[in-house]
């Protein structure tokens, strides 16, 4: 299958500082890229959609001045959480779709841990 | 809206027995079912999916699911479970945006098989 990858996945920062998290598609080309943030034990809460040259579509309750995305290239989009403070450590993990069917399944990233001090 | 239920939080069982963890879904429209599963740490691996045709549906590492309009559910299923198939496992549901797969996953069941 496909595969996607995720980079760092661990990272930890102090509060006020800003992190990139990278999600590459290896072997494919990924028009659409998603977003998700998953709490302990709970489901995956999808952040936004990343469309490569285009904005991101954020979903309603995420603050998009805080968790900047950016998708340049049709293998590359990118998360930055800006001025992380403890309430945003969490697993992030994103996922591509490829091709253009809508019934195609999505390949994930490894995910990557954020830990803010 | 679309919305995935899966109400067991934890299902227990023992290596070799079958095992079936539920889904049910509710969507407007024809679904798009899917089952994914988590190890710790890990993202998500695809196991399979529901589009059209068969109603039983089968994946990876010995795993089926069968689609049930009438009871709109898209059951988890393998005939012997192994100590290996503990794990997060997640089904989720799309219906056709135009946008792309925006998955509404459901909240996890954790799949516990012991010796």
């Known amino acids: 299958g496909a595969v996607v990858s995720q980079h760092p996945s661990r990272v930890i920062c102090k509060s006020g500082t800003s992190v990139k998290i990278e999600c590459r598609s290896l072997d494919f080309q990924a028009t659409t890229m998603f977003w998700y943030r998953q709490f302990p034990k709970k489901s995956l809460m999808l952040m936004a959609t990343?469309?490569?040259?285009?904005?991101?579509?954020?979903e309603q309750g995420v603050e998009k001045d805080k968790f900047l995305i950016n998708h340049a290239s049709l293998t590359l989009s990118t998360l930055t959480v800006t001025s992380a403070h403890p309430e945003d450590s969490s697993f992030y993990i994103c996922?591509?779709?490829?091709?253009?069917?809508?019934?195609?399944?999505?390949?994930f990233g490894e995910g990557s841990r954020l830990t803010v001090l | 809206a679309q919305s995935v239920a899966q109400p067991e939080d934890q299902v227990n069982v023992a290596e070799g027995n079958p095992l079936t963890v539920k889904c049910t879904y509710s969507?407007?429209?024809?679904?798009?079912l899917f089952w994914y599963v988590q190890y710790p740490n890990r993202g998500l691996q695809f196991l399979l999916k529901y589009i059209t045709g068969d109603n039983l549906v089968k994946g990876s590492y010995g795993f089926e699911a069968e689609f049930n309009k009438s009871q709109t559910s898209f059951h988890l299923k393998k005939p012997s479970a192994l100590v290996s198939d503990s794990a997060l496992y997640f089904c989720a549901v799309s219906v056709f945006t135009g946008g792309g797969n925006k998955l509404t996953f459901g909240t996890g069941t954790q799949l516990k098989v012991e010796l």
């Open positions: 969507v407007s429209g024809n679904p798009y």
């Open positions: 990343s469309n490569e040259g285009s904005k991101a579509t954020y």
């Open positions: 996922s591509a779709k490829q091709g253009l069917r809508n019934t195609g399944e999505l390949f």
